[in-house]
């Protein structure tokens, strides 16, 4: 996903694997910080905040709402 489709407020899920984050983890974008390098905060599902580049997050609907 490129940061200019980020906004804050949208869902997202991981497209990638890592020990501390299992891949298709769920969350919103609460920062989308004007730096690229600094990537995006994402609080996941589970309540943790995470600092993540764009390009490791596809979007996802809004819960309740149908499939992009």
């Known amino acids: 996903m490129r940061t200019?489709?980020?906004?804050?407020?949208?869902w997202v899920r991981t497209n990638f694997d890592d020990p501390e984050?299992?891949?298709g983890?769920?969350?919103?974008?609460v920062t989308?910080?004007?730096d690229l390098g600094d990537g995006?905060?994402?609080?996941?599902?589970?309540?943790?905040?995470?600092?993540?580049?764009s390009h490791?997050?596809?979007p996802e609907p809004q819960p309740g709402q149908p499939g992009l």
Not at 4 to 10: F, H, K, L
Not at 40 to 53: F, H, K, P, T
């Open 4 to 10: 200019s489709e980020m906004t804050v407020g949208a």
């Open 21 to 23: 984050l299992p891949e």
């Open 25 to 29: 983890s769920v969350g919103e974008v």
């Open 32 to 34: 989308v910080h004007d």
């Open 40 to 53: 995006v905060d994402v609080r996941l599902s589970d309540g943790r905040l995470i600092n993540i580049l």
């Open 56 to 58: 490791g997050l596809d």
